[in-house]
């Protein structure tokens, strides 16, 4: 680090002024007088860490290595966000929605934070997943029928994810949705300024598309059984989601005015939510308590009653009824309580920051402890300040106090809602318990995915639904099912880069040879190590890297004094220009960006680019080992890390 340097502009210095890893006469012997080693360059790949976080396993590197231009479509004309679109999909359906709601683990473990600021992957994810809705680019179909035939059951992001593969596979697929719209969560528990709807639909219809069959208002339990489920399907998929929100564990709770934040949110995105209460508590801390204060601002309360807003214009519709009512409508005060520190809360920055602008006040440090009511409706919450003893609340003597209120929802968890018919599905939590390749204990041709599991992120549940669905169709196909990879993500596999450019090796003629460097059945000094290990950012030249400011969307601010009714969405999506700038600020750790560092520093000219004509992603440039003294300086000018010293060490 440049000592004199903006601490706002970092950079990354590995030695300061003067000082080096050699020493003159190391460096005489090691490159002038060695004639052999026993180490020399290998290209090793190995899994970025963002797309290690990342748990539907996008192959973030890869995508954003087209966004720069570096990886160029294979078929000619094809525009770079088609191909990008393509790379997306290969592990998440649905990049236009989760570029908006997705927290971003990935952003959090990119290596480029050791440098100045990390990229913006979720803005590229948006926008090219907006491109593709834009451009109506269609998901790939079954290059030929299975015969077999798969039900899912529940039509959320694990499910809707599990049922493209499924498909893509060439299995017939039925998924069984409860609901009268597919979804789940992310229609159902995400307010639209959040998840515009539009963009959602079209996603969910480019998986319908390619022959996916969907029954709804149809709960399996009690409509469908699961006999019958076992009888005419040959493997079936539960995705059934937390459906039911958990109540507060503490004395009063069961009184008119408490309510879960599961149930606020579903019946405010099903339409039937035009009002609110003029004080209400919120009790949490994740990003769904935001969410239902953020939308209890935007309701507001109905303080005088105007013509439509009477019983029995239900039948207007949300739209019609807010816009007849906002008039008659004041502002809600909304309190947000959480056990823990405000910095500690996990619910994301970004949406604390824009519930803090919109008015709703955040109390944190703060435990319920009973809730007060008054001819069985709720009048108060009685609580206290606390720290956290790990995960839990330790109260402070002396602190207690009470917030007044009209309503109290809980968003403190979820379950799953296993009764009528799915008992024996219940692991004795609320939860379907499974084993390490996603099958169901005790059930053949069972799997499961998704919040029933446990409760997490959406992008947890879409790479719930892609494992398994691998999983599926390993079981169908008869094979044994056997165990994951430690690094279980979409991989870029070198073999299916040469296949898509016309460069895969030749036949093995399976006959013993002696010295293969020249043969042309194999893919020389590589190693594939991207199932097992996860590139750190102390094994890159990150001195390469110059600061380069990260391209922010840009985002609708709403004061408190404007929040009522407004229901707009608050991200603005990159521009092309915006999102190849970020595409460049990738490190590509773990994978060659052509950087030519090696070829230009190798003191004896060991390394050299592979010819023109052969070259694809990974295989950019090779060594002469006859030349190769084993240095190591390629390794150290190395800014991805994809160069290590190797062959006996």
Avoid at 184 to 206: H, K, Q, S, V, W
Avoid at 223 to 245: M, N, P, R, S
Avoid at 412 to 432: H, K, P, T, Y
Avoid at 589 to 611: H, I, K, L, S
């Amino acid at each position: 680090m440049n000592e004199n340097a903006n601490p706002k502009k970092l950079t990354f210095r590995r030695y300061k002024n003067g000082d080096s890893m050699w020493k003159w006469d190391d460096l005489q012997e090691k490159i002038f007088q060695a004639d052999k080693s026993h180490k020399c360059p290998t290209y090793i790949h190995r899994a970025p860490p963002c797309q290690a976080g990342c748990p539907s396993g996008h192959d973030i590197r890869g995508w954003l290595a087209i966004a720069r231009g570096m990886d160029k479509p294979p078929v000619a004309g094809q525009a770079w966000q088609e191909y990008a679109f393509n790379r997306m999909v290969e592990a998440n359906p649905f990049p236009s929605v989760m570029g908006r709601v997705c927290p971003a683990p990935c952003e959090d473990g990119c290596n480029r934070n050791e440098v100045d600021e990390f990229v913006g992957i979720n803005a590229v994810e948006q926008y090219v997943g907006d491109w593709a809705i834009d451009n109506g680019l269609k998901l790939t179909g079954p290059a030929q029928e299975s015969g077999k035939s798969v039900a899912v059951v529940g039509g959320g992001p694990a499910g809707l994810a599990a049922a493209m593969f499924l498909r893509r596979s060439g299995h017939a697929v039925t998924i069984f949705e409860a609901h009268d719209r597919l979804g789940g969560m992310m229609r159902f528990g995400i307010p639209g300024y959040r998840t515009p709807r539009d963009r959602l639909d079209a996603e969910i219809n480019r998986i319908l598309d390619t022959g996916v069959e969907a029954k709804l208002n149809c709960r399996v339990g009690t409509d469908v059984t699961i006999d019958e489920l076992e009888a005419k399907y040959d493997a079936i998929f539960w995705a059934l989601g937390a459906q039911k929100g958990r109540p507060l564990p503490v004395p009063g709770w069961d009184v008119e005015g408490c309510i879960t934040g599961v149930e606020f949110l579903d019946a405010f995105n099903q339409g039937w939510v035009f009002s609110t209460a003029p004080r209400v508590i919120v009790v949490g801390g994740g990003d769904t308590s935001i969410d239902v204060a953020s939308v209890a601002r935007r309701l507001g309360h109905i303080s005088a009653e105007a013509h439509k807003d009477r019983s029995g214009s239900e039948n207007l519709g949300f739209a019609a009824h807010d816009v007849a009512g906002t008039m008659a409508r004041g502002g809600v005060q909304a309190t947000l309580t959480s056990l823990f520190p405000m910095s500690q809360m996990t619910a994301a920055e970004r949406e604390r920051e824009d519930a803090l602008r919109e008015g709703v006040d955040i109390r944190d440090g703060v435990m319920p402890l009973e809730v007060l009511s008054e001819n069985g409706k709720v009048t108060g919450l009685r609580m206290c300040q606390c720290t956290m003893k790990g995960m839990v609340p330790m109260p402070t003597e002396g602190t207690e106090f009470v917030l007044e209120c009209d309503m109290i929802v809980s968003a403190i968890g979820q379950m799953g809602d296993l009764a009528e018919g799915l008992e024996s599905l219940d692991n004795g939590r609320g939860f379907i318990g499974v084993d390490g390749v996603y099958k169901v204990k005790g059930k053949d041709k069972h799997f499961a995915g998704g919040d029933v599991l446990r409760p997490h992120l959406l992008t947890t549940a879409i790479g719930h639904g892609r494992i398994a669905s691998q999983v599926i169709d390993e079981f169908l196909a008869g094979e044994s099912l056997e165990k994951r990879p430690k690094v279980d993500v979409n991989q870029f596999r070198l073999l299916e880069e040469l296949a898509q450019r016309g460069l895969e090796p030749d036949p093995y003629d399976h006959l013993q040879a002696r010295g293969t460097s020249s043969a042309k059945y194999a893919v020389h000094n590589y190693d594939d190590r991207a199932g097992s290990h996860v590139i750190p950012h102390d094994d890159l030249f990150k001195g390469h890297f110059q600061y380069d400011a990260r391209e922010h969307r840009q985002e609708i601010h709403i004061d408190a004094a404007n929040v009522i009714g407004n229901f707009d969405e608050r991200i603005t999506g990159l521009t092309e220009e915006q999102a190849r700038h970020e595409g460049k600020r990738c490190m590509s750790c773990g994978m060659c960006f052509e950087c030519d560092n090696c070829v230009v520093f190798c003191p004896q000219t060991a390394v050299e680019r592979v010819p023109k004509k052969e070259r694809a992603l990974g295989r950019y440039v090779t060594t002469d080992y006859a030349k190769c003294i084993g240095c190591h300086i390629c390794k150290d000018v190395c800014p991805t890390g994809y160069i290590q010293m190797g062959l006996g060490e």
